[in-house]
């Protein structure tokens, strides 16, 4: 297994992140956001399977990874049937990455570890000559980048008397970096223009970053700096236009209760940046999950709150977005679990730089209307999940979604309710090295979607889709 990245290797239940950028083969049902240390927030590591250098003596290791990435989609009526973001009407579109990593520890002597390492992508995208259906990926994009690039030092053994081991560690460069499963900072680039494969998205370091941590006993404390630096495309052609650019400094402190619950929060101030309204913003973030009754183990709650001001604007931004979940997992053959959730962002919400990190369904809400028309502002969104594990290789499950404008007139229109959708979706490890999964979404538009795409366009939008991964 090697390293995994991006919002689709993020994604897919199959391959959800544990504590670093490791692919582990899991499932939905276990990658829930309510199960306590589901993932490891701060920074992640490649987790690399293939051994090349390793000698005791020196207290030097150096390992390395692949990661082969394949996706494709057909679609029929999307956007409703409007052709705002796409020239097609039904477009089918596939793309592929391949992820070479490298990562190396060098234990000193009496002074803590040392490590680093390097991470890269190629992507394509081809198929439909506007890509996906937000015509993100257009005129069939190709391109290889340096994703990560980083050094650090952890505590190792120095302070096991006092604080544990590997409580102290810094890093800075190019990484990957996250706190609480996601939900506001989980993906640090959006692959979208020139760099291609926007659904697999192998690339999900910020540009540039230094990070502190403190781990100890039940305490884990960051202290961060991050940068992006994200090319945006015209619609529909790939010509440079000026790079956003989002810089922040941060703190995120979480509490772990052993096995029962988990409470977190964090500090944000964005100093400096040419996206909308994010320059001299200040974000809040409450968070809690957990299993709150022993008498109830099958039961799991979870819920976060974000508070998002700038006084800088000429408008005064003020905003919320928040989330509550309930989950339970039967004590039965194939493990059914139900869960149901209820999000809410507000008109002016800036998602920052949410992933996809526990399953369908998190955070991108629907295949079809979060993947492509909802990106987490403006929006109520009612889900209910269904699923079962029949082996330990197979899952399969069924997701229902009511989409809503938190502010109908922001969106230009006059109804409130956007649309209703329905995915389908099974996820098999096939073998240890080999994962597939398949998705089939429709989606019907609501009075708000007719009101707000040109022409009242009611179409019914469905979509099938299946993801690939090959790790050696």
């Known amino acids: 297994m090697v390293t995994s ?3 689709r290797s993020l994604a897919v239940p199959l391959l959800a992140v544990v504590g670093s950028t490791g692919l582990f083969f899991s499932f939905a049902a276990k990658a829930d956001i309510t199960q306590i240390n589901s993932t490891t927030d701060g920074i992640w590591l490649p987790d690399n399977d293939i051994p090349l250098f390793s000698d005791q003596s020196l207290g030097l290791h150096i390992e390395g990874g692949l990661s082969l990435f394949g996706y494709g989609a057909g679609t029929h009526d999307v956007n409703f049937g409007s052709r705002a973001y796409n020239s097609h009407k039904s477009p089918a579109w596939w793309e592929t990455s391949v992820v070479p990593s490298l990562s190396a520890e060098w ?3 009496n ?8 991470a890269g992508s190629y992507s394509m995208t081809r198929g439909n000559s506007d890509g996906d259906p937000d015509g993100d990926t257009p005129d069939h994009p190709e391109h290889a980048r340096l994703d990560r690039a980083y050094l650090g030092w952890r505590s190792g053994d120095l302070l096991n008397d006092s604080l544990g ?9 190019r990484q990957a970096f996250r706190f609480g499963d996601g939900f506001l900072v989980g993906d640090g680039f959006t692959d979208e223009g020139k760099y291609g494969a926007f659904y697999i998205g192998p690339s999900v370091a910020f540009q540039s970053s230094a990070v502190a941590t403190l781990n100890t006993g039940n305490w884990h404390v960051d202290l961060f700096h991050l940068k992006d630096h994200q090319y945006e495309p015209h619609f529909r052609h790939t010509q440079r236009v000026p790079d956003e650019n989002t810089s922040a400094n941060g703190v995120n402190l979480d509490y772990t209760m052993g096995q029962r619950a988990q409470f977190g929060a964090a500090y944000m101030h964005v100093y400096n940046s040419n996206v909308g309204d994010r320059n001299g913003m200040n974000v809040y973030n409450l968070r809690a999950k957990g299993r709150p009754f022993a008498t109830l183990p099958g039961l799991s709650l979870a819920g976060q709150y974000v508070y998002e001001h700038n006084g800088k604007t ?10 509550g979940q309930a989950t339970y997992t039967f004590d039965a053959p194939w493990s059914p679990a139900v869960s149901y959730r209820y999000a809410q962002y507000g008109k002016n919400y800036d998602p920052l730089f949410y992933s996809f990190a526990g399953g369908w369904g998190t955070w991108y809400f629907g295949e079809i209307a979060g993947e492509y028309m909802f ?19 197979l899952d399969a499950g069924v997701i229902a979604y009511n989409f809503d404008y938190k502010s109908p007139s922001a969106a230009g229109a006059r109804k409130g309710n956007f649309a209703s959708e329905l995915d389908l979706y099974t996820d098999w490890s096939i073998t240890q090295h080999l994962s597939l999964s398949g998705v089939y ?5 609501g009075k708000g979607a007719q009101q707000a795409y040109s022409g009242g366009h009611r179409s019914t939008s469905q979509l099938v889709e299946l993801f690939a991964t090959y790790t050696f």
């Open 107 to 109: 234990d000193i002597p």
């Open 165 to 173: 081991h590997n409580a102290l560690s810094f890093s800075f460069g």
């Open 111 to 118: 002074g803590g570890e040392l490590f680093g390492g390097l």
């Open 375 to 393: 990106f987490n502002t403006n929006m109520k969104v009612n889900m209910l999940k269904f699923s079962v594990q029949p082996t330990q290789s």
């Open 314 to 323: 000429d408008h005064h931004v003020s905003s919320t977005g928040w989330f």
């Open 441 to 445: 979404g429709i989606a019907s538009p």
């Open 5 to 7: 990245f991006g919002r």
